[in-house]
């Protein structure tokens, strides 16, 4: 254990025992790989911070944290005393891990960090790293440059994660009818990106970036449909100056650059709408181009610089911590917040998550007549209704 006052060897001790001078936090579910670490938030405020379950029963144990991705209803730190309370990082799709979008398991925690603006941590801007990307110009390539190269189609579609909840490839499917677009991934593939770039992993990669930027528009569609839940699929083409034709969080509109800076699915009536509204934008370069003006005027969204002002934590910013420990610290000031409102004779403060901190709504297929795609998401949503009423029903009995 990483703790230069109160390291020790677990398979000789009774760790109940243990003179532990600081809360301690178990991560459930290791999100982390230390073994346990006394971590400072501010110079004063300190919790234990550990992956090691023999710390289950301790005294000094306050929270336990679980990462959502791996929750698992069968395994669980049971009984809950009535002392404890749950943690919940959750910043990945909501179809990881469906009974997490149920009420009924949602409120069994007490501090979130999701992609939900209304959970206790948000986490909704996590792919963004800064607000100077949106209009940076090391990958954007000029309108007439885009207009006069001839080897692209006017959109490109980048995904090898095929037919998820949000039923994105069947859309495609039919939009391409009517307008040509370049598939570089293993859904709907028609196009090979160059032999270095073939791996799928490499999605990060400056070659890449460079040829994605020629195209005028990139098609961004969300695995699953769910307020807040906002990816690199809007944020990358953002960044690169391609138009992104975007669906997935209904709410997207709040954390837009401008009311003019994507395309979005839900205006339309159907993909061939869509094509139509395209083939105008690309007869038209003054309409086009209004789409970028974010790049040059500033971003108009105030909501979305205020967040990003105020964020604590950055991303790949070594000036700034991670999500991951601000979280971690975030929990660790609320402990030590009721401790010092105890000392002071007045009640502690009760957390407790809402329905809204990670609620979502049942998958739906683009083309209501043939489902077949999504059955299997559309199984487990609701399975998961039904096993979160069990799971909140065996902890209440715990």
Known sequence: MKDGDDGHDAGNLNISTLNIKYPIIIWWN?????????????GVTKCLFTTDRHFQHHPKTKVFLFYGSDFNMVDLPLPRKSHHEWGLFHEESPRNNYILTQEEVITLFNHTATFKRSSDYPLTTQYL????????????VP???????????????????????????????????YIQVDSFGRCLHNKDLPARLQNQVIMDDK?????????????????????????????????????????????????????????????????????????????????????LTYRSSGIKNEKLVKVMRARAWGVNDY??????TGFECFVCRRIHE???????????????????????PRPQAFELARQS??????????????????????????
């Open 30 to 42: 290791p999100l982390t790989g230390d073994l346990g670490k006394v971590k400072s938030c501010d």
């Open 129 to 140: 790293q800064k607000l100077e990307d949106l209009w940076d110009k090391k990958y954007f």
């Open 143 to 177: 309108f007439e440059k885009k207009d006069s190269n001839r080897l692209t189609s006017p959109v490109v579609y980048i995904h090898s994660d095929c037919n998820p909840p949000s039923d994105r490839d069947s859309y495609v499917r039919e939009l391409m009818k």
């Open 207 to 291: 070659e890449l970036y460079h040829i994605l930027a020629q195209y005028k528009f990139t098609l961004a569609i969300e695995n699953a449909i769910c307020d807040d839940y906002i990816t690199e699929k809007l944020w990358r083409p953002l960044t690169l100056g391609s138009i992104p034709i975007y669906k997935g969080s209904p709410t997207v509109r709040d954390w837009l650059p401008d009311n003019q800076s994507a395309i979005l699915i839900d205006d339309f009536s159907n993909p061939q709408e869509l094509a139509k509204y395209l083939h105008f934008l690309l007869q038209n370069d003054e309409e086009y181009q209004k789409y």
């Open 319 to 324: 000036e700034k911590i991670n999500f991951i």
């Open 338 to 360: 009721n401790f010092q409102r105890e000392g002071r004779n007045e009640k502690p403060h009760f957390y407790l998550a809402s329905g809204e901190h990670l609620s979502c």
């Open 373 to 398: 795609a999504i059955n299997f998401y559309l199984h487990m949503f609701d399975r998961s209704k039904i096993e979160a009423r069990d799971l909140r029903l065996r902890v209440i009995r715990n």
